[in-house]
């Protein structure tokens, strides 16, 4: 049921008429938006279970809080279907987790995106895109699940750009930044089976992704060679730093590299060793810190993998998300650093549609 | 047609002003920095001027292990303890 205290607007029965009028009132991210009706807003609801008060966010810094009702409204103004709901609202309660620091994320001049990876059945059952195309234009449920949660960013808690979203270039994932984890000819476990959630579940993970780094490579025949072309798009200077990483390898890199019989954790490890920069390197651009360098060699080093004299990307292999997508033609794979330079926010997962170990 | 409003009305909170000190002179004036790259050499550097200014006592330096977090309720109700006035600022 929907909130009593939710506000209506009388507007004329006038469907661009009524476009005309959400964007009058600024709740648009640009684009034009589904008028979010009252009956369209209550189909929404059928697929949460929980009471439409129900807070699903919180902002740490304003208190502005993001209830099932508000979440379902944005989520019609951004074209989603009904069923898409419970992504949403596990994206949304991913998100509230205080590691991943979704106000530090947005309002940062760093211009990251919530990337949200769905993993499992559900992506398919939603007809999302894991293959061509992954992360352009043409999957409605891609499309408007990446989309609504920015819609909820600017409206509920209130991320305007130039006012309290301070991002100094943005990124085109502020848009929709939603993707799913191909199955189809996966040779390794999924996301969500990595995560130990129950058979049949399906997950979201949201990553504060920063820009998109195409990673080019078509002639590299063994894992080493595909793999080195990756850590060194993480490794870059433009990029490195103790930040996590979302790595999605294409089809065609990942036969190369399951091909040879390496293993998710494999990938990670060798990436992790190989996606460094050395002290020196380091200074002759200005991005040495030393107290960087401690945090990752402190102790005998965060990872046995890391070595003196060289700043890796991340902590420890685990910083890496590693998932398939893409078209099955192509050596093309993609780097998506964290816009965290360190842990100021660390990926989360959440299980779609189910409660498992709540209180 | 009747239209849902996206937006929700903030929350209610009590904030308000501190009272300004009577004056700087003598006092004790205290650094939180955010751990940003240059952050604390700025803030010292400023804190020094109160100090040679309004003859200021330098408080040790509070950190923030998240730049871009809220202080937490702890670190800022044990400066409030320590210091007359405290500074912060962005590094980088």
């Known amino acids: 049921m929907p909130l009593d205290s939710a506000r209506i607007h009388d507007v004329p029965d006038d469907l661009l008429a009524a476009i005309d009028y959400c964007y009058e009132q600024g709740w648009t991210d640009g684009l034009p938006v589904v008028p979010p009706s009252v009956e369209r807003v209550e189909q929404m609801l059928q697929y949460e279970g929980r009471p439409s008060e129900t807070v699903v966010a919180a902002h740490p810094a304003t208190g502005f809080e993001c209830t099932v009702h508000a979440a379902a409204v944005n989520a019609v103004m951004a074209g989603c279907k009904p069923e898409y709901f419970p992504v949403v609202i596990a994206a949304l309660e991913a998100m509230n987790e205080p590691g991943f620091n979704f106000h530090g994320s947005t309002a940062s001049t760093g211009g990251s995106a919530p990337l949200m990876v769905v993993s499992g059945p559900l992506a398919d059952d939603l007809a999302m895109n894991s293959d061509v195309n992954l992360f352009g234009p043409g999957n409605r449920a891609n499309a408007t699940m990446g989309r609504a949660i920015r819609l909820i960013l600017l409206n509920v808690f209130r991320m305007i750009p130039g006012v309290s979203d301070k991002s100094t270039q943005g990124n085109p994932g502020k848009y929709s930044f939603c993707i799913a984890e191909r199955s189809r000819g996966n040779p390794w476990p999924l996301l969500v089976q990595d995560l130990d959630y129950p058979d049949g579940v399906s997950s979201v993970t949201v990553f504060a992704g920063g820009g998109f780094c195409n990673v080019e490579n078509h002639g590299g025949n063994t894992p080493e060679q595909v793999l080195g072309s990756v850590a060194d798009a993480m490794a870059n200077y433009g990029c490195i730093t103790l930040g996590q990483s979302a790595v999605v390898l294409a089809p065609e890199h990942v036969r190369v590299i399951a091909g040879a019989g390496w293993s998710k954790t494999q990938v990670k490890e060798y990436l992790f060793s190989q996606a460094y920069r050395t002290v020196d390197g380091m200074k002759s651009v200005g991005k040495y810190r030393q107290r960087e360098y401690d945090k990752q060699h402190a102790d005998g080093g965060t990872s046995p993998l890391i070595k003196d004299g060289q700043l890796h990307r991340g902590l420890t292999p685990d910083d890496i998300l590693v998932v398939m997508g893409g078209g099955d033609a192509g050596g093309h794979s993609c780097f998506i650093p964290s816009w965290s330079r360190a842990r100021s926010s660390i990926m989360q997962s959440k299980p779609i549609g189910v409660c498992i170990d709540c209180d | ?92």
Do not use: W
Request: net charge negative.
């Open chain 2, 1 to 92: 047609m009747q239209l849902y409003d996206p937006t929700v009305t903030g929350p209610e909170r009590n904030f308000r002003r501190a009272a300004a000190l009577d004056t700087l002179d003598g006092k004790t004036v205290g650094i939180l920095e955010n751990g940003k790259l240059n952050a604390v050499e700025m803030l010292r550097e400023t804190a020094l001027l109160f100090e040679q200014r309004h003859g200021c006592t330098i408080a040790p330096i509070y950190s923030k292990t998240n730049a871009s977090a809220p202080a937490p309720a702890e670190t800022l109700e044990s400066a409030a303890k320590a210091v007359d006035f405290l500074i912060t600022g962005l590094g980088d």
